[in-house]
Protein backbone atom coordinates (compact mmCIF):
# COMPACT_ATOMS: atom_id res chain seq x y z
CA UNK A 1 0.00 0.00 0.00
CA UNK A 2 1.45 3.56 -0.99
CA UNK A 3 0.15 7.04 -0.76
CA UNK A 4 -0.06 7.26 -4.26
CA UNK A 5 -2.68 4.35 -4.49
CA UNK A 6 -4.48 6.27 -2.09
CA UNK A 7 -4.70 9.50 -4.54
CA UNK A 8 -5.42 7.03 -7.27
CA UNK A 9 -8.10 5.37 -5.37
CA UNK A 10 -9.72 8.46 -3.76
CA UNK A 11 -9.45 10.71 -7.17
CA UNK A 12 -11.28 7.88 -8.92
CA UNK A 13 -13.73 7.97 -6.48
CA UNK A 14 -13.85 11.59 -6.73
CA UNK A 15 -14.95 11.80 -10.41
CA UNK A 16 -16.51 8.47 -11.07
CA UNK A 17 -19.34 8.26 -8.09
CA UNK A 18 -20.03 11.87 -9.20
CA UNK A 19 -20.65 11.04 -12.57
CA UNK A 20 -23.00 8.06 -11.35
CA UNK A 21 -25.70 10.26 -10.11
CA UNK A 22 -26.20 11.87 -13.70
CA UNK A 23 -26.10 7.85 -15.13
CA UNK A 24 -29.05 7.52 -12.60
CA UNK A 25 -31.19 9.86 -13.82
CA UNK A 26 -30.69 8.85 -17.31
CA UNK A 27 -31.24 5.22 -16.35
CA UNK A 28 -34.42 5.45 -14.70
CA UNK A 29 -36.01 7.02 -17.72
CA UNK A 30 -36.74 3.34 -18.86
CA UNK A 31 -35.60 1.08 -15.77
CA UNK A 32 -37.78 2.12 -12.25
CA UNK A 33 -35.08 2.58 -9.52
CA UNK A 34 -34.97 -0.17 -7.54
CA UNK A 35 -35.15 -2.63 -10.32
CA UNK A 36 -32.12 -0.65 -12.09
CA UNK A 37 -30.45 -0.79 -8.64
CA UNK A 38 -31.12 -4.29 -8.32
CA UNK A 39 -30.02 -5.54 -11.77
CA UNK A 40 -26.68 -2.94 -11.58
CA UNK A 41 -25.22 -5.11 -8.24
CA UNK A 42 -26.47 -8.41 -9.56
CA UNK A 43 -24.50 -8.10 -12.71
CA UNK A 44 -21.56 -6.23 -10.93
CA UNK A 45 -21.35 -8.45 -7.79
CA UNK A 46 -21.67 -11.65 -9.99
CA UNK A 47 -18.28 -10.35 -12.08
CA UNK A 48 -16.39 -9.55 -9.14
CA UNK A 49 -17.36 -13.05 -7.94
CA UNK A 50 -15.86 -14.54 -11.04
CA UNK A 51 -12.71 -12.35 -10.78
CA UNK A 52 -12.53 -13.36 -7.13
CA UNK A 53 -12.25 -17.03 -8.01
CA UNK A 54 -9.40 -15.70 -9.69
CA UNK A 55 -7.70 -14.00 -7.48
CA UNK A 56 -8.39 -15.04 -4.10
CA UNK A 57 -8.77 -18.48 -4.60
CA UNK A 58 -12.18 -21.20 -4.15
CA UNK A 59 -14.80 -18.80 -2.70
CA UNK A 60 -15.84 -19.86 0.73
CA UNK A 61 -17.92 -18.03 3.72
CA UNK A 62 -18.83 -18.42 7.31
CA UNK A 63 -22.16 -17.77 7.85
CA UNK A 64 -21.11 -14.96 10.10
CA UNK A 65 -19.14 -13.45 6.82
CA UNK A 66 -22.50 -13.72 4.93
CA UNK A 67 -24.46 -12.01 7.73
CA UNK A 68 -21.86 -9.58 7.90
CA UNK A 69 -21.80 -8.51 3.77
CA UNK A 70 -25.72 -9.08 4.28
CA UNK A 71 -25.57 -6.04 6.54
CA UNK A 72 -22.82 -4.06 5.02
CA UNK A 73 -24.67 -4.67 1.51
CA UNK A 74 -28.20 -3.41 2.86
CA UNK A 75 -27.11 -0.23 4.58
CA UNK A 76 -24.23 0.94 1.73
CA UNK A 77 -26.17 -0.29 -1.44
CA UNK A 78 -29.72 -0.67 -0.40
CA UNK A 79 -30.55 2.44 1.86
CA UNK A 80 -27.77 4.02 0.69
CA UNK A 81 -27.96 3.95 -3.37
CA UNK A 82 -31.50 2.33 -3.94
CA UNK A 83 -32.55 5.46 -2.02
CA UNK A 84 -30.76 7.81 -4.09
CA UNK A 85 -31.74 6.22 -7.13
CA UNK A 86 -35.70 6.51 -5.97
CA UNK A 87 -35.26 9.94 -4.61
CA UNK A 88 -33.81 10.64 -8.34
CA UNK A 89 -37.51 10.75 -9.92
CA UNK A 90 -38.41 13.72 -7.82
CA UNK A 91 -35.36 15.70 -7.41
CA UNK A 92 -31.86 16.98 -9.22
CA UNK A 93 -29.25 14.60 -9.71
CA UNK A 94 -27.43 17.52 -8.64
CA UNK A 95 -29.47 18.00 -5.22
CA UNK A 96 -29.29 14.29 -4.96
CA UNK A 97 -25.24 14.34 -4.88
CA UNK A 98 -25.59 17.76 -2.43
CA UNK A 99 -27.33 15.78 0.30
CA UNK A 100 -25.27 12.99 0.02
CA UNK A 101 -23.02 15.47 1.37
CA UNK A 102 -24.43 14.68 5.17
CA UNK A 103 -22.10 11.75 4.76
CA UNK A 104 -18.40 12.95 5.82
CA UNK A 105 -21.17 14.73 9.10
CA UNK A 106 -22.61 11.40 10.13
CA UNK A 107 -18.98 9.56 9.95
CA UNK A 108 -17.47 11.64 11.80
CA UNK A 109 -20.68 11.09 14.71
CA UNK A 110 -20.64 7.75 14.64
CA UNK A 111 -17.15 6.94 14.08
CA UNK A 112 -17.30 9.62 17.73
CA UNK A 113 -20.25 7.68 19.21
CA UNK A 114 -19.21 4.25 18.39
CA UNK A 115 -15.19 4.34 18.32
CA UNK A 116 -14.86 7.29 20.77
CA UNK A 117 -12.33 9.21 18.29
CA UNK A 118 -11.70 12.75 18.80
CA UNK A 119 -12.28 15.01 15.85
CA UNK A 120 -9.99 18.04 15.36
CA UNK A 121 -10.63 21.77 14.90
CA UNK A 122 -9.74 21.57 11.02
CA UNK A 123 -11.69 18.47 10.27
CA UNK A 124 -14.83 20.08 11.58
CA UNK A 125 -14.42 23.19 10.37
CA UNK A 126 -13.81 21.24 6.93
CA UNK A 127 -17.60 19.80 7.65
CA UNK A 128 -18.97 23.27 8.50
CA UNK A 129 -17.92 23.98 5.04
CA UNK A 130 -19.37 21.58 3.56
CA UNK A 131 -22.79 21.56 5.37
CA UNK A 132 -22.71 25.59 4.23
CA UNK A 133 -22.22 24.28 0.65
CA UNK A 134 -25.41 22.27 0.91
CA UNK A 135 -27.54 24.85 2.76
CA UNK A 136 -26.96 27.21 0.77
CA UNK A 137 -27.81 25.66 -2.13
CA UNK A 138 -31.48 23.91 -0.94
CA UNK A 139 -31.83 27.55 0.34
CA UNK A 140 -31.81 29.10 -3.41
CA UNK A 141 -35.32 28.68 -4.17
CA UNK A 142 -37.50 26.60 -6.44
CA UNK A 143 -39.70 23.37 -5.60
CA UNK A 144 -37.63 21.08 -3.43
CA UNK A 145 -39.35 17.59 -2.59
CA UNK A 146 -38.63 17.09 1.42
CA UNK A 147 -39.58 13.46 1.19
CA UNK A 148 -37.25 12.83 -1.26
CA UNK A 149 -34.67 14.90 0.06
CA UNK A 150 -34.90 13.59 4.17
CA UNK A 151 -34.69 10.00 2.06
CA UNK A 152 -31.81 11.17 0.88
CA UNK A 153 -29.73 12.20 4.22
CA UNK A 154 -31.53 9.25 5.66
CA UNK A 155 -29.65 6.97 3.31
CA UNK A 156 -26.61 8.58 3.70
CA UNK A 157 -26.95 8.10 7.32
CA UNK A 158 -27.41 4.24 6.41
CA UNK A 159 -24.20 4.43 4.14
CA UNK A 160 -22.00 6.05 6.90
CA UNK A 161 -23.08 3.48 9.40
CA UNK A 162 -22.96 0.31 7.09
CA UNK A 163 -18.98 1.69 6.08
CA UNK A 164 -18.51 1.88 9.72
CA UNK A 165 -19.34 -1.53 9.83
CA UNK A 166 -18.06 -3.42 7.01
CA UNK A 167 -14.39 -1.50 8.59
CA UNK A 168 -14.82 -3.55 11.68
CA UNK A 169 -16.17 -6.87 9.89
CA UNK A 170 -14.70 -6.77 6.95
CA UNK A 171 -11.97 -10.48 6.58
CA UNK A 172 -8.24 -9.10 5.84
CA UNK A 173 -7.38 -10.97 2.44
CA UNK A 174 -10.09 -11.25 0.47
CA UNK A 175 -11.16 -7.85 -0.38
CA UNK A 176 -12.93 -8.95 -3.92
CA UNK A 177 -15.23 -11.63 -2.22
CA UNK A 178 -16.51 -9.50 0.24
CA UNK A 179 -17.36 -6.60 -2.40
CA UNK A 180 -18.87 -9.54 -4.30
CA UNK A 181 -21.10 -11.08 -2.00
CA UNK A 182 -22.58 -7.20 -0.66
CA UNK A 183 -23.42 -6.27 -4.14
CA UNK A 184 -25.69 -9.67 -4.72
CA UNK A 185 -26.90 -9.73 -1.07
CA UNK A 186 -27.98 -6.37 -2.16
CA UNK A 187 -29.42 -7.16 -5.90
CA UNK A 188 -31.63 -9.78 -4.32
CA UNK A 189 -33.41 -7.39 -1.02
CA UNK A 190 -33.79 -4.77 -4.21
CA UNK A 191 -35.14 -7.05 -6.06
CA UNK A 192 -38.06 -7.66 -3.42
CA UNK A 193 -38.61 -4.36 -2.64
CA UNK A 194 -38.63 -3.73 -6.56
CA UNK A 195 -41.62 -6.51 -6.60
CA UNK A 196 -43.49 -5.49 -3.73
CA UNK A 197 -43.43 -1.95 -5.08
CA UNK A 198 -44.97 -2.72 -8.13
CA UNK A 199 -42.39 -1.61 -10.65
CA UNK A 200 -42.41 -4.26 -12.75
CA UNK A 201 -45.02 -2.77 -14.25
CA UNK A 202 -43.58 0.82 -14.83
CA UNK A 203 -40.46 -0.53 -16.87
CA UNK A 204 -39.88 1.48 -20.58
CA UNK A 205 -38.78 0.96 -24.27
CA UNK A 206 -34.67 0.93 -23.72
CA UNK A 207 -32.52 3.32 -25.87
CA UNK A 208 -28.96 3.67 -26.30
CA UNK A 209 -28.81 6.16 -23.72
CA UNK A 210 -30.33 3.78 -21.13
CA UNK A 211 -28.23 0.94 -22.23
CA UNK A 212 -25.01 2.91 -21.99
CA UNK A 213 -26.08 4.54 -19.00
CA UNK A 214 -26.43 0.67 -17.32
CA UNK A 215 -23.14 -0.45 -18.49
CA UNK A 216 -21.33 2.31 -17.35
CA UNK A 217 -22.89 1.98 -13.66
CA UNK A 218 -22.43 -1.57 -13.59
CA UNK A 219 -18.81 -1.56 -14.95
CA UNK A 220 -17.21 1.73 -13.82
CA UNK A 221 -19.96 2.87 -10.95
CA UNK A 222 -20.02 -0.64 -9.09
CA UNK A 223 -17.05 -2.81 -10.40
CA UNK A 224 -14.33 0.06 -10.18
CA UNK A 225 -15.66 3.01 -7.86
CA UNK A 226 -17.33 0.16 -5.09
CA UNK A 227 -13.87 -1.97 -5.34
CA UNK A 228 -11.89 0.89 -4.67
CA UNK A 229 -14.30 2.49 -2.01
CA UNK A 230 -13.90 -0.58 -0.26
CA UNK A 231 -10.16 -1.25 -0.70
CA UNK A 232 -9.79 2.25 0.89
CA UNK A 233 -12.80 1.63 3.63
CA UNK A 234 -10.03 -0.92 4.77
CA UNK A 235 -6.98 1.18 4.28
CA UNK A 236 -7.37 4.89 5.11
CA UNK A 237 -9.41 7.13 7.66
CA UNK A 238 -12.87 7.45 7.58
CA UNK A 239 -12.74 11.49 7.47
CA UNK A 240 -10.22 11.05 4.65
CA UNK A 241 -12.36 8.55 2.48
CA UNK A 242 -15.64 10.82 3.22
CA UNK A 243 -14.24 13.62 1.48
CA UNK A 244 -15.73 12.40 -1.60
CA UNK A 245 -19.01 13.11 -1.12
CA UNK A 246 -17.74 16.78 -0.85
CA UNK A 247 -16.34 16.23 -4.55
CA UNK A 248 -19.40 14.09 -6.12
CA UNK A 249 -21.79 17.13 -5.76
CA UNK A 250 -19.51 19.30 -7.60
CA UNK A 251 -19.02 16.93 -10.62
CA UNK A 252 -22.96 15.77 -9.94
CA UNK A 253 -23.50 19.12 -10.81
CA UNK A 254 -21.28 20.14 -13.51
CA UNK A 255 -22.76 16.86 -15.64
CA UNK A 256 -26.49 17.76 -14.99
CA UNK A 257 -25.42 21.01 -16.60
CA UNK A 258 -24.03 19.92 -19.80
CA UNK A 259 -25.65 16.56 -20.20
CA UNK A 260 -29.18 17.37 -18.39
CA UNK A 261 -29.79 20.79 -18.60
CA UNK A 262 -30.31 21.30 -14.87
CA UNK A 263 -30.04 24.73 -14.15
CA UNK A 264 -26.83 26.03 -12.23
CA UNK A 265 -26.83 29.69 -10.85
CA UNK A 266 -24.62 31.98 -8.73
CA UNK A 267 -25.85 30.17 -5.84
CA UNK A 268 -24.91 27.03 -6.66
CA UNK A 269 -21.18 28.14 -7.99
CA UNK A 270 -20.72 29.63 -4.51
CA UNK A 271 -22.18 26.50 -3.15
CA UNK A 272 -19.91 24.16 -4.80
CA UNK A 273 -16.69 26.82 -4.01
CA UNK A 274 -17.59 26.35 -0.60
CA UNK A 275 -18.30 22.15 -0.95
CA UNK A 276 -14.69 22.03 -2.72
CA UNK A 277 -13.15 24.35 0.06
CA UNK A 278 -14.26 21.74 3.07
CA UNK A 279 -12.22 18.78 1.18
CA UNK A 280 -8.92 20.95 0.87
CA UNK A 281 -9.40 21.28 4.96
CA UNK A 282 -10.97 17.72 5.72
CA UNK A 283 -7.52 16.62 3.48
CA UNK A 284 -4.84 18.45 5.07
CA UNK A 285 -6.00 18.11 8.63
CA UNK A 286 -3.44 16.58 10.88
CA UNK A 287 -5.60 14.80 12.90
CA UNK A 288 -4.96 12.43 15.83
CA UNK A 289 -6.78 9.69 13.76
CA UNK A 290 -4.93 10.36 10.68
CA UNK A 291 -1.99 10.43 12.36
CA UNK A 292 -2.34 6.73 13.97
CA UNK A 293 -3.29 5.18 10.49
CA UNK A 294 -0.45 6.68 8.79
CA UNK A 295 1.71 5.06 11.54
CA UNK A 296 0.10 1.86 10.43
CA UNK A 297 2.26 2.42 7.02
CA UNK A 298 5.07 0.63 5.94
CA UNK A 299 8.20 2.71 7.25
CA UNK A 300 8.90 4.41 3.60
CA UNK A 301 5.11 5.56 3.00
CA UNK A 302 5.05 6.47 6.44
CA UNK A 303 8.12 8.98 6.47
CA UNK A 304 6.81 10.05 3.07
CA UNK A 305 3.16 10.88 4.54
CA UNK A 306 4.55 12.49 7.66
CA UNK A 307 6.91 14.62 5.83
CA UNK A 308 4.08 15.92 3.59
CA UNK A 309 2.19 16.69 6.36
CA UNK A 310 4.90 18.92 8.69
Do not use: C
Not at 8 to 37: D, E, H, N, Q
Not at 57 to 76: Q, Y
Not at 141 to 158: F, I, K, N, P, Q
Not at 244 to 263: D, F, I
Amino acid sequence: MDIRRVTAALGGLYFIWGSTFVAVMVGIRSVPPLALTSLRYGLAGALVLVWARRKEGPLRASPRGLLDASIAGFGMLVVGTGTIAWAEQRISSGLAALLVATVPLWTVVLDRLVNGVRIGLVTWLGLGAGLFGVALLLNGGGSVSVVASGAVVLASLGWAGASLYARRTAPGGRPLTTAGLQMLTAAGLLAVASLAGGEYARFHALTFAVGGAFAYLVVVGSIVAFLSYTWLNANAPPALVSTYAYVNPAVAVLLGWLLLGEHVGARTAVAGLAILASVVLIVTARSPRARATVLQFPARVREAALSRAA
